[in-house]
């Protein structure tokens, strides 16, 4: 069972007590009701600062990946409370050493009953927290989220080739090139982002269907092995597109193929910078007799 | 434009193949075939690349996109490549680009991938041989927009996300979305 918004919220509050007295750091990044819009919102503070604990909350619209805003002041010691698709997305940075472990404290949440309209939470499969120094809410048993991609229906999976194509046509033609769904992609971090390159040039300058088409083929292919499957590409989009089928495409292909699921251990190898010499080889041309 | 290719379907049409080779094994096994005088046919242009670990699969997303009608990357065989493992790693990105391009539209036989030695010059002709009849297999390519949808776009209105509504509220947006 997953555990209840309010037991999460109680937890976290007393966890996030705890940690102000016992604990060294410089910054907090939590969830809480926005002062203005009443809305959840990141709430961030500095450890001088006064913190009103009853403001921090967790709900079904904590949408935003918290993970994502520690890449802003990695030199920081952080307290960061992390749902678990989050603490994957942290796991990843720890193994590419984008952040040292010892300047994060994770408060992981157990049991995670998900976000609401993320279609990501539905064909979720890492429930419980990969790392965390804290935990809220009560363990959620293996057994009740571990799924296989036989489970899922996963958008279009069924479909045929061309209906795909025509899907992706349309759907990608009212794509603004505005680059929400990267800006809020937690494995996303490069400082140089291959859609604003100009040497070489990967998209061409004005957009058009086609290079919205090729823009998400781009993306997509920097996806497998970093992408943890947590949906919040989607739910940035402003134009609402779908475009989480293709990278979730490649996260249960990946899976299939290599037994390869990204962000589960702080030691693990990326799915490209590593091998097997046994891997498969599907759709390889086939030696032909001499 | 259907009926062009229609056309272009009859007259057997000459796909333009793309062939990314090692310089180390498959650009040696092109080299071979040339020398030894085997015929294959010419659809295949080569690029020499120093390992098939060093294709960025963007470049293939970008190739397709610039025209070409089919993809051959080839390498060493597993094991033997000249940089210890850059065909291990390249593997494993060809698998994801194939499962990604396949997924998105592309047909299947228009990316192809293998390995032929330095020392397979036959081999080497009989898989282009056999990829130039699978692209012919699937006619030429138009893009990776569905061509349906596209004959009615209007290429003067742009990008239907970037344009101004017009007075009808947005031709576009009325017929895609
Ligand atoms: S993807 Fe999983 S871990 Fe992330 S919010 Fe949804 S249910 Fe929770
Ligand atoms: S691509 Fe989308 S689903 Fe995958 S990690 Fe990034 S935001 Fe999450
Ligand atoms: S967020 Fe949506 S509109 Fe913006 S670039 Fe991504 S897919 Fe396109």
Known sequence: MTNSYKEITEDLQDIIEQIYKQEEFDRLLAYG?????????????????????????????AYQMLSKYLLKNRELKQVVVAKPCDTRAIAFYISENIIARDNLIVVGINGCPGIKDNTACDECDSKNPVIADYTAGNLMPEDEFAKDKSDLKYLLSEENQVTRKNHYTKEFMRCTQCYACRDACPVCY???????????????????????????????????????????????????????????????????????????????????????EEDPEPGFLQQEGD | MAESKEVAKKEEFEPKIIAFLCNWCSYAAADLAGSSRLQYPTNIRAVRIPCTGRLNPLIVIKTLKKGADGILVSGCHPGDCHYIDGNYYARRRFIMLKELLEYAGVEPERLNFTWCSAAEGRRFASVVRQVVDRVKSVGPWDGYLSADLMEDFIPEAGNPGCTEPDDKGGVIDDQFI
Not at chain 1, 46 to 51: F, I, N, R, T, V
Not at chain 1, 239 to 260: C, K, N, P, V, W
Request: with cysteine; proline share 5%; hydrophobic share 35%.
């Open chain 1, 33 to 61: 009701r926005g002062l203005f819009s009443g809305l959840i919102e990141p709430v961030i503070v500095d450890k001088e600062a006064e913190l009103d604990l009853d403001r921090l909350e967790f709900t079904d619209e």
């Open chain 1, 190 to 276: 490069c400082d140089h982002c291959f859609v604003e390159s100009n040497q070489p040039v990967w998209l061409e300058a004005g957009s058009g269907p086609e290079e919205d088409m090729v823009f998400h083929l781009m993306r997509t292919m920097h996806m497998p092995g970093r992408c943890v499957n947590c949906g919040a590409c989607e739910m940035a989009c402003p134009e609402g597109i779908e475009m989480r089928s293709l990278t979730s495409h490649l996260y249960h292909q990946a899976r299939e193929y290599f037994d390869f699921r990204p962000g589960l251990a702080v030691d693990q190898k990326s799915l490209f910078s590593d091998y097997n």
